[in-house]
């Protein structure tokens, strides 16, 4: 089984404060991506790499950077934290775009991070 | 870049009534249309998935239909039981990335 991990559930940060989210997945996936998920408006793409050091920008990049320094470690990186990034925060991984197996782009899912900028 | 709308946005069914979600979408090299299934508190799962070379799919009593020259895809629930209340996220891909739809809430009503 797939397995994506994030660093926490919940987080609180303050106005301004520089943020971290990490990923982690264990099988051995190229893809991997980071939504933000609010009410009504679905899953929204921030970020996604596929390829170690590789970066592409989603749909709402705008106040976030990314990391992939290792194929199994993709972050998430909120340089000032503001109140309107407070959400639930999913990564997510795939194995290969092109891969001929039938779920080379089923994306898995990590549990979530519930974020909180006062 | 791809626009997915999904619709109804709430659906309250019977116990053993069918539920049906549809997801338009608007890039038409989308060619990846999947559905995944959010319960409370958990994280999105895939429940099933369709390519544009395929115009239906089933799985139990889940299936999918695809109508590439209107754009628009449903998911279907036959037999609705209390297990399938959840939040149904419909997707598309032209490449590389997926587009959600806005999500429906489903209840199965006892």
């Known amino acids: 089984d797939v397995k994506v991990t994030q660093s926490s559930r919940y987080l609180v940060k303050r106005t301004g404060e520089k943020v971290f989210l990490e990923c982690v997945q264990d099988m051995d996936h190229e893809n991997m991506f980071w939504y933000r998920q609010d009410p009504g408006l679905g899953l929204r793409l921030i970020y996604f790499?596929?390829?170690?050091?590789?970066?592409e920008k989603g749909d709402i990049p705008e106040g976030y950077s990314v990391s992939r320094e290792k194929k199994e470690r993709f972050s998430l990186i909120l340089e000032s934290a503001s109140t309107n990034q407070t959400s639930m925060y999913l990564c997510?991984?795939?194995?290969?775009?092109?891969?001929?197996?039938?779920?080379?782009?089923?994306?898995?899912f990590g549990p979530g991070t519930r974020l909180t900028v006062l | 870049g791809e626009n997915v709308e999904q619709h109804p946005s709430t659906l309250s069914v019977q116990e053993g009534d069918s539920a049906v979600i549809k997801c338009t979408y608007s890039?038409?090299?989308?060619?990846?249309f999947p559905w995944y299934k959010q319960e409370l508190g958990k994280r999105p799962q895939l429940i099933i998935d369709?390519?544009?070379?395929?115009g239906e799919k089933k799985d139990q009593r889940i299936a999918v239909t695809l109508n590439k020259t209107a754009k628009h895809f449903s998911l279907h629930i036959t037999e609705t039981q209390p297990e399938d209340s959840a939040v149904y996220f419909c997707?598309?891909?032209?490449?590389?990335?997926?587009?959600f739809g806005a999500g429906t809430t489903v209840t199965v009503r006892a």
């Open positions: 790499s596929y390829d170690v050091k590789m970066k």
């Open positions: 890039d038409s090299a989308s060619n990846y």
């Open positions: 997707a598309a891909s032209p490449r590389y990335k997926l587009s």
């Open positions: 997510a991984s795939s194995l290969k775009w092109g891969d001929p197996s039938d779920r080379a782009d089923t994306q898995y």
């Open positions: 369709i390519r544009s070379n395929v």
